[in-house]
C-alpha cells in the first residue's frame, strides 16, 4: 500500500542519470526528492541489467537503506564527495514487514547511494576506494 501511495507523489516517469562504476556504465533511476527516496525501488518487478537506482542527497550522512516492498535482492553501494566507494553490502534481501526490515547503514559518510541487482559488486569487482562517475541532468 504504502509504494502506490507514494507513487501519487513521484509519478510514473522519474528523471534519469548516468552512472559508470569502474568501466561499467549504468542508466540510473534519478532518486532525490523525499518521496523517491522513500519509495526507492519498492513495488518495482525488476531491474534492468545495465540500470540501478541512484540515492542523491545533498550533504554527507550514513544514510540508512531497507528493503521495504522489494521484489528482487540487491547490492548497494555507497559513495562519497570525493566521488569513491565508501562502504558496500551484497545480497540485501527483501523484506515485506515495515517493522522487522533491517537498515543497513555504511560505516562511513557518504552522499550518494546505488542500488545494482545482486551480483553486480563481485562481476564487476566493484570495492571501497573504486572511482564513480555520474551525469545527472539538472535538477531544476
Given at each position: 500500500?504504502?509504494?502506490s501511495i507514494l507513487s501519487l507523489f513521484v509519478g510514473k516517469r522519474r528523471k534519469r542519470a548516468e552512472v559508470t562504476i569502474g568501466r561499467?556504465?549504468?542508466?540510473a533511476i534519478l532518486s532525490v526528492s523525499t518521496?523517491?527516496?522513500?519509495?526507492g525501488l519498492g513495488g518495482a518487478k525488476k531491474l534492468g541489467n545495465d540500470e540501478c537506482m541512484l540515492f542523491v542527497s545533498k550533504t554527507e550522512s550514513r544514510i540508512g537503506i531497507w528493503g521495504l516492498n522489494m521484489n528482487f535482492p540487491i547490492d548497494v553501494i555507497w559513495v562519497g564527495e570525493n566521488m569513491s566507494v565508501v562502504d558496500i553490502k551484497k545480497d540485501l534481501e527483501p523484506c515485506i514487514c515495515i517493522f522487522c526490515c533491517k537498515v543497513y547503514k555504511p560505516r562511513k559518510e557518504a552522499k550518494y547511494v546505488?542500488?545494482?541487482n545482486k551480483g553486480i559488486v563481485s562481476r564487476f569487482n566493484i570495492r571501497i576506494r573504486t572511482r564513480i562517475r555520474l551525469k545527472i541532468p539538472n535538477m531544476r
Amino acid at each position: 500500500m504504502l509504494p502506490s501511495i507514494l507513487s501519487l507523489f513521484v509519478g510514473k516517469r522519474r528523471k534519469r542519470a548516468e552512472v559508470t562504476i569502474g568501466r561499467k556504465r549504468f542508466s540510473a533511476i534519478l532518486s532525490v526528492s523525499t518521496a523517491e527516496k522513500a519509495l526507492g525501488l519498492g513495488g518495482a518487478k525488476k531491474l534492468g541489467n545495465d540500470e540501478c537506482m541512484l540515492f542523491v542527497s545533498k550533504t554527507e550522512s550514513r544514510i540508512g537503506i531497507w528493503g521495504l516492498n522489494m521484489n528482487f535482492p540487491i547490492d548497494v553501494i555507497w559513495v562519497g564527495e570525493n566521488m569513491s566507494v565508501v562502504d558496500i553490502k551484497k545480497d540485501l534481501e527483501p523484506c515485506i514487514c515495515i517493522f522487522c526490515c533491517k537498515v543497513y547503514k555504511p560505516r562511513k559518510e557518504a552522499k550518494y547511494v546505488i542500488e545494482v541487482n545482486k551480483g553486480i559488486v563481485s562481476r564487476f569487482n566493484i570495492r571501497i576506494r573504486t572511482r564513480i562517475r555520474l551525469k545527472i541532468p539538472n535538477m531544476r
